[in-house]
């Protein structure tokens, strides 16, 4: 693919030093952030969902860049 190396193994792969575990991060954050968000926005306002999103993600981003 776009890795450049021909007959690459996908268990030679450093997920946690490669784009890729970014790439899992993100979507776990945007899935997870749709789901919760479409069930939270029942019971709380527009604004106040968007801004958990963000901030939760925030926080989550932020302790990952703190520990690598």
Sequence with gaps: M???N???DIFSIEFLRSASFYA???AFA???GT???KRVVNNLDFQLTAGLRFGITSILAFTVLLFM
Excluded: K, P, Q
């Design 30 to 32: 945007f899935g997870s």
């Design 6 to 8: 021909n007959g690459l």
């Design 35 to 37: 789901v919760l968000g």
């Design 24 to 26: 899992l991060i993100a």
């Design 2 to 4: 776009a890795f450049g």
